[in-house]
């Protein structure tokens, strides 16, 4: 008589051999649905796993966003006091612009651009997201920079279309194309800015212009009742600009990357610091990286958003709005309650790789083997996740 | 990491190349459960595409945090009782007991290359649905008992006795197999 396990391990075995047509044949009707799906905007966990290189050169949109904003509006063309061409006008000799302001969902930001006669093509851009990593897009090339390690990311030279380019004096121009009626837009004179309002249904928002210049020196988002689906659009979108300053002098060697900046190998490797991961001095390379899978996995369980973004480069994509969404799923669903290593710790090329599973209540719900990198920084090793096998590195 | 999860969120994008991977990394577990359930090859293909179209339509509003293997599952358990419910007859073993041997031999194990295993999947065939749904969603489909008994609504002793049947007209169908020709 076989038994159980002889007859558990049969019947894990069973293949149902079909041919390609039959294979083809399951799918296709998903594969239709899918096509007709292909249009509409992704969700925020589209999102979650975007890539930060896109993020922070997606500067292009920046701008487009707010110019679709104010053309759905119907803007009429002037007040007796103000014309919006008047800022258009004035928007075509800027030299340089620098700005501060907040993503939906990337935060923060501080951006520089430097323009050579055409305000619509910056010869420079340079762009703060995400702390310490810098873009920089200019005549040389377009690169990720980490100002504190000096590591520099050369992106690669077919990614400069003209997605990398902001169209700054479409800010007001494209809204003029769409002036006409006056019911979604006023425009009122305080007492030291001209404040246009936009209102649509979802959201108010407002610029706030120059009455001396007619340039726009900020950007706001006074209501919002639907910030998600910000957050859902292709491009980053903004939520305010603090401030708008125009024809100053960047900073010596903002657009240039600094001459003794080392060249890595990968995107992520811009991304460390000497904070970063978990420091490895007395551990063998083994033992650390098993130490961090251990804590990496325990803070996933615990949710520990600190401590994520540490040990595992791919959490720092997460913009705050999606802590904020798995905070609340963490909560109201099944979580991860227990995290295995499954295997031995081993090598292959500059990675370490450490098998291992996330399961909720027993069942085994992610194969996971952990990619693991050493660094040397300030005098110490570090280890940091840089990604897993099954889904690549984080970039 | 969390690859399922990754899926997901790249079908909700609606990246075909996501329903790709998601299609290659689960269909011939799907397969196997649907094909047992139903021991119809066709109707078990008809069920695995009406899944796999759910998923696509209601990506949007599937919970699933880490586990899109069990969803999977759970969808193709779902469809098969559906089905056998719209044959407009009592399925065979849905509810009563079929014989304790295996009297006939399924066409679908023609589609079996392994001789033992074709055996076995015959025998699975012959179980009284209730027993057989719960070992090939525990067997195949590697969800433990309390998540079976969540999923059917019925107690996890309930579910531990079922299987513990499954396994025991298991080995007196196999224990005959001398007797039978697959």
């Given at each position: 008589m076989k038994s159980e396990n002889d007859i558990e391990r049969m019947a894990k075995e069973i293949r149902i051999t079909r041919d390609a047509v039959s294979r083809e044949r399951i799918l296709a009707g998903a594969r239709e649905k899918l096509q007709g799906l292909g249009d509409t905007h992704p969700d925020i966990w589209s999102y979650i796993m975007k890539r930060r290189s896109i993020q922070l050169t997606a500067a292009a949109a920046i701008i487009l966003v707010a110019v679709a904003i104010i053309s759905i509006s119907?803007?009429?063309?002037?007040t007796p006091a103000y014309a919006l061409d008047q800022t258009i006008d004035a928007i075509k000799k800027v030299k340089t612009v620098h700005m501060t302001g907040e993503f939906y969902w990337r935060g923060e930001f501080e951006c520089w651009l430097q323009f050579?006669?055409?305000?619509?093509?910056?010869?420079h851009m340079w762009m703060s997201n995400c702390g310490h990593l810098e873009g920089i897009y200019s005549p040389d090339g377009l690169f990720h920079f980490?100002?504190?390690?000096?590591y520099v990311f050369p992106i690669s030279q077919?990614?400069?279309?003209?997605?990398?380019?902001?169209?700054?004096?479409?800010f007001f121009k494209d809204a003029m194309k769409a002036a006409?009626?006056?019911?979604a837009v006023s425009i009122s004179h305080e007492e030291e800015s001209i404040v246009v309002r936009i209102h649509t249904p979802k959201r108010d928002q407002q610029f706030l212009v120059?009455?001396?210049?007619?340039?726009?020196?900020s950007f706001s988002?006074?209501?919002?009742?639907?910030?998600m689906e910000m957050v859902s659009r292709q491009a980053l979108t903004l939520?305010?600009?603090?401030w708008i300053r125009y024809n100053e002098d960047p900073p010596?060697?903002?657009?240039n990357v600094p001459a003794d900046a080392t060249i890595v190998?990968?995107?992520?490797?811009?991304?460390?610091?000497?904070?970063?991961?978990?420091?490895?001095?007395?551990?063998t390379k083994p033992e650390a990286c098993l130490e961090i899978a251990r804590q990496t996995g325990k803070a996933l369980i615990d949710l520990d958003i600190e401590r994520l973004c540490k040990l595992d480069l791919?959490?720092?994509?997460?913009a705050p709005e999606h802590w904020e969404l798995l905070k609340k799923r963490k909560e109201s669903e099944p979580w991860a309650n227990e995290y295995v290593i499954t295997g031995d710790v081993y090598e292959e090329g500059e990675f370490w790789y450490v098998p291992s599973e996330i399961r909720i209540n027993g069942d085994t719900c992610e194969v996971l083997t952990m990619m693991v990198k050493f660094y040397e920084m300030e005098g110490k090793t570090i280890c940091v996740i840089v990604g897993a096998k099954e889904t690549g590195v984080a970039d | 990491m969390l690859e399922d999860q990754h899926l997901l969120k790249q079908l909700r994008a609606a990246d075909p190349d996501a329903l790709q991977r998601i299609y290659e990394k689960y269909l011939d577990d799907l397969l196997a459960i649907a094909v047992s359930l139903l021991s119809d090859v066709h109707a078990a293909e008809d069920c695995l595409h009406d899944v796999f179209v759910k998923l696509v339509s209601d990506t949007k509003g599937i919970k699933v945090r880490f586990n899109l293997k069990g969803y999977l599952i759970c969808c193709v358990a779902n469809r098969a009782r559906d089905y056998l419910r719209q044959?407009?007859?009592?399925?065979?073993g849905l509810s009563a007991e079929s014989g304790n041997h295996v009297e006939v031999n399924n066409?679908?194990?023609?589609?079996?290359?392994?001789e033992e295993a074709a055996k076995l999947f015959n025998a699975i065939t012959q179980l009284p649905y209730e027993q057989r749904e719960i070992f090939v969603l525990h067997v195949?489909?590697?969800?433990?008992f309390p998540r079976i008994a969540d999923f059917l609504g019925i107690s996890v002793n309930t579910v531990r006795s079922r299987y513990r049947y499954a396994i025991e007209k298991l080995q007196a169908l196999l224990q005959r197999k001398n007797d039978y020709e697959i």
């Open positions: 119907r803007i009429d063309v002037a050579d006669g055409n305000p619509d093509v910056p010869t980490n100002r504190t390690t000096h077919d990614q400069r279309g003209r997605r990398w380019i902001i169209k700054f004096n479409s006409g009626k006056m019911d120059d009455p001396e210049t007619k340039l726009p020196i988002t006074i209501r919002d009742d639907d910030p939520r305010n600009i603090d010596e060697g903002i657009f190998r990968n995107d992520f490797d811009c991304w460390v610091t000497p904070d970063s991961g978990l420091v490895a001095d007395g551990m791919f959490f720092l994509q997460y | 044959r407009a007859r009592k399925p065979e066409p679908v194990t023609r589609l079996i290359e392994d195949r489909g590697g969800m433990r």
